[in-house]
């Protein structure tokens, strides 16, 4: 399988000293396509609504929205409407730097960022929390939406969520 | 269709970075020292299994570039890629050929050189690009949260979740491959370290390693001859949970994927007493609360009990159940490798093959956990009796 | 082996990048299920097969986790052609703990750049600074290959309008217009020797497989006799014109199969670019100008990734209706570094 033939024997390998680094930059390029389930969503969600796929089997709503309840493997038949508010199931304030991976640039830190069940739904959404003192953040409180002032059918169009008032104290 | 057993293991000693070696010299560090440790050469290996996150040094298909560097000319040669499951998808993948009869002896390995490429963007892929990379906050935002929820479900306290720490870089010591070792941390230096995101701080999460591992599987009747006391593959399982980051309603406390795992692996083996039963466990843990959520998921204590369970000294390794010996995740993290040094661990204990962390003489059977994509888990059990 | 294909579906093969990874997926897993009379519920192992760089997702069976059973189940992806996949999935019911097993390959050659995307797999030390890609090291082959004599563009040319007459024919296949040779040797100059016409179009799409063991197979099963996979050296360290990996992959399936390209009435053997073609064959024992590919083959338009497990997807509908013996065969790395070859029957061994 090899090719070649044998040139002048090198005797002595010589390492530099300090070690050798190539740089490189590789850009990658990619148009996603969004689906179908996104063109709903987000027509729901300029007009100021969540909407989530439903399961006609175990009665799930499910966001992000998908054509199949993985669980039940059977087809989404539909939308239910939830929330707009919600309960925080999991919080945290982050204070490491991170390169947001739609601009590009560092995020500005600290910042809150939690997992959310909004009212109605059976999963969890995240996003951010304009609370950035972790004291005033914990599992089981009460959120609602800060929507963009100009909505244009973008997932941009929800900017974060709120705290509304203390834990509930129920079911997280 | 014959039993498999694992008859040799080798690893790089895990490091922040290696710039004495490029990637195929690394990786060949671990492949020779499997070899060695098996007593094979490449010319007896029928098959390689490869495993790799290429997109994290910012390559792909490297198995094609690599083949050399694993003696997979002119053999046959699979590639893995699953996220941090991918060392034990690979081992799996190596055992089910061997099974069905196909290879006698499978090279496996993995490696991953963190340093060398940007793996926090490569992860970030990792997001939906419609409906998660928006508002992702990264490995450790996620993270954070994770370990908010089972800190809300368990009540497990900072200084619990800290003991789990220090264990791991203390036992790291005893293991002279692992990464971060740490012979004096305590539980005030955790807490005193930087918080990254509430309630995670700099040494509550697993760090970015170089590293690589490679073992050697031989099917019923060479294992014998390879090796004195082969880690046989008793059991094998492996479950996903569903698409989104948000999906799974109790992520740590009810690990979906893990508790089907565990409902297999149990069931197969007849394990009723998991504490009793496993000498040593290896388990995949990002970090320290995963570990404890993970140790209540797998039964070695009850629902809510992970607090108590770092507490009673169990998981130590003069415990009754030593947890991650080798130091774990929490020491040694080179993603491509990580889940298949929990399998080699393991065999190593099993082998009696561990030298300063060997847990006890006669290890009989050994757990080992591989876990990532979206709270996906792979588990595989070795016995020193082969299955009959 | 004692394995046999239950369910078979296939996509379309065609740029749509408007579709999401699932979208192009589920309706092809939906059609296997129903295909081999199965629902999600009898499967608890799955064999899944994309590459991360194509999606332009890390572990991009993310993506279709869902639509693919994922939950609860068992699944691993393999990261290379088609045909590994289908190998790993055979060897997860050869090994006697799983009865059933899906296979579902997914590639999306239209979302991203495809220079970029290939230039990913070259040395990163001395050789992606050069710009090079698939294409280019496949032109290095094609001209090393012609400068041994005997078969020369024109026969490409052949391979290419052959592929093209039958491509129109198969509803799956993108192309939809059949050329000439003299067409292809007309089309611009892509990376010369390498005509436009002499490559493969740029598409999406999806094929499953639902393998079963013996106890499962159902009234019309189509054995997998044997597959087996052999990989050369990687571009730069061998002769470009080797075609040893291809003899080995064959050999090793041969030997489980007890079957060689001679008794295969079928034969469904990959090549992205023409004269590939006119290389492969004859490492299988047949003619360059041999009449295979009745589906048009890669050349008619079919995805990386995907098209080792398309190609026995096709040779295995063939036997479905009345093909006897079948070889399913695709190259995959930079100039084809390393092979698989399956052979199907309508018998079992």
């Not at chain 2, 060479?222 to 082969?230: G, I, M, T």
């Amino acid at each position: 399988m090899r090719g070649g033939r044998g040139g002048q024997r090198v005797t002595e390998l010589r390492f530099p000293d300090e070690p050798v680094f190539v740089d490189q930059t590789l850009t990658l390029e990619y148009t996603y396509g969004a689906g179908k389930e996104a063109a709903h969503y987000l027509a729901a969600l300029k007009e100021g609504r969540f909407e989530g796929t439903h399961c006609p089997r175990c009665d799930r709503a499910y966001l992000p929205p998908r054509p199949v309840c993985g669980i039940c493997y059977v087809e989404c038949d539909g939308w239910v409407e939830v929330g707009p508010e919600g309960t925080i199931t999991g919080v945290t304030v982050v204070e490491v730097p991170f390169v947001d991976p739609i601009t590009g640039k560092q995020r500005e830190v600290p910042y809150g960022f939690a997992f959310i069940r909004l009212d109605g739904a059976s999963t969890n959404i995240f996003h951010f929390m304009n609370e950035t003192d972790r004291t005033k953040l914990g599992v089981g409180m009460r959120v609602r939406p800060r929507f963009a002032a100009e909505r244009t059918g973008s997932l941009a169009d929800v900017e974060g969520f709120e705290l509304i008032g203390p834990a509930t104290g129920g079911e997280a | 269709m014959p039993e498999v057993a694992i008859v040799g293991t080798g690893q790089t000693k895990h490091a922040p970075k290696r710039p004495d070696v490029n990637i195929p010299e690394m990786l060949r560090e671990a492949v020779d020292r499997a070899l060695s440790d098996a007593g094979v050469t490449f010319a007896e290996i029928d098959a390689v299994c490869f495993g790799n996150m290429d997109l994290f040094e910012g390559l792909a298909q490297n198995e094609h570039w690599l083949a050399s560097t694993f003696g997979a000319e002119g053999k046959p040669l699979v590639k893995f890629n699953t996220g941090g499951t991918v060392g034990t998808s690979t081992a799996m993948g190596a055992y089910y050929f061997a099974k069905a009869g196909l290879y006698e002896r499978v090279l496996v390995c993995g490696f991953q050189k963190q340093a060398e490429g940007n793996s926090q963007g490569a992860i970030t892929t990792v997001g939906d690009p419609i409906w998660e990379r928006p508002m992702m906050a990264g490995a450790i935002g996620n993270h954070a949260v994770m370990a908010s929820t089972y800190a809300a479900d368990s009540g497990i306290t900072e200084e619990q979740a800290a003991k789990v720490a220090v264990k791991a870089r203390r036992n790291a010591c005893l293991n002279s491959n692992a990464h971060l070792q740490l012979p004096d941390i305590t539980v005030e230096d955790v807490l005193a370290s930087k918080t990254l995101a509430y309630p995670i701080r700099m040494l509550d999460m697993c760090p970015t390693s170089n590293g690589a591992c490679a073992v050697v599987m031989a099917v019923d009747g060479v294992a014998q001859k390879l090796a004195a006391r082969p880690a046989w593959v008793a059991a094998v399982a492996g479950a996903h949970d569903q698409t989104f980051q948000g999906d799974s309603p109790k992520r740590m406390s009810e690990m979906r994927s893990l508790i089907q795992v565990r409902k297999k692996l149990y069931d197969k083996m007849g394990i009723t007493d998991p504490v009793k039963q496993f000498d040593v466990a290896e388990i995949y843990e990002p970090q320290t609360y995963a570990e404890l959520a993970m140790c209540e998921n797998l039964l070695f204590c009850p629902p809510g009990g992970g607090g108590a369970f770092i507490d009673s000294g169990i998981p130590y390794m003069d415990g009754e159940l030593p947890v991650n010996p080798s130091g774990g995740v929490l020491s040694t993290n080179p993603i491509g490798a990580t889940a298949l040094i929990r399998v080699a661990e393991a065999a190593m204990q099993v082998m009696g093959r561990a030298g300063d962390h060997q847990v006890k003489p006669d290890v009989r059977m050994a757990l080992a956990t591989g876990y990532g994509g979206n709270a996906w888990t792979d588990a595989m059990i070795l016995t020193s009796e082969r299955p009959s | 082996m004692d394995v046999a294909i239950l369910g078979i579906a296939m996509s379309d093969f065609a740029p749509r990048p408007e579709l999401p990874p699932s979208e192009v997926v589920y309706p092809v897993v939906k059609a296997a299920l129903a295909d081999a009379g199965i629902s999600m519920d009898d499967l608890e192992s799955i064999v899944s097969c994309s590459q991360d760089i194509y999606d332009g997702r890390t572990i991009s069976s993310m993506g279709v986790n869902e639509v693919i059973g994922g939950y609860l189940r068992s699944e691993s992806k393999v990261a290379g052609d088609g045909l590994l996949a289908l190998m790993y999935g055979a060897a997860r019911v050869a090994s006697g703990e799983y009865d059933l097993t899906l296979v579902i390959a997914h590639c999306l050659e239209s979302i991203g750049n495809p220079h970029a995307v290939t230039n990913g797999s070259f040395d990163p030390y001395v050789q992606r600074q050069l710009g090079i890609d698939s294409t280019v090291a496949a032109a290095l082959q094609a001209s090393a290959f012609y400068a041994r004599g005997g078969l020369g563009p024109d026969d490409a040319a052949e391979v290419s309008a052959r592929a093209s007459a039958k491509a129109v024919a198969n509803p799956r296949a993108f192309r939809s217009k059949a050329h000439t040779a003299a067409d292809v040797a007309a089309s611009p100059v892509v990376c010369g020797p390498l005509r436009e016409l002499d490559g493969t179009p740029i598409t999406d799409g999806a094929v499953a497989l639902v393998l079963a063991g013996p106890n499962r197979t159902g009234d019309r099963p189509v054995w997998l006799r044997g597959i087996g996979t052999t990989t050369d050296t990687f571009w730069t360290d061998r002769d470009l014109t080797s075609v040893d990996a291809l003899r080995g992959a064959d050999a090793r399936a041969s030997k489980l199969a007890g079957l060689t390209a001679a008794d295969c009435d079928v034969v469904e053997s990959a090549s992205r670019w023409a004269h590939e073609q006119l290389m492969h064959l004859p490492a299988l024992g047949l003619d360059p100008h041999a009449d295979v590919n009745p589906s048009g083959g890669q050349l008619g338009g079919c995805p990386v990734t995907v098209v080792g497990l398309a190609r026995a997807a096709e040779a295995a509908l063939l036997i479905r209706e009345g093909a006897t013996n079948a070889l399913a065969h695709a190259p995959s790395g930079i100039a084809n570094q390393q092979h698989a070859v399956a052979y199907l029957s309508k018998e079992r061994r």
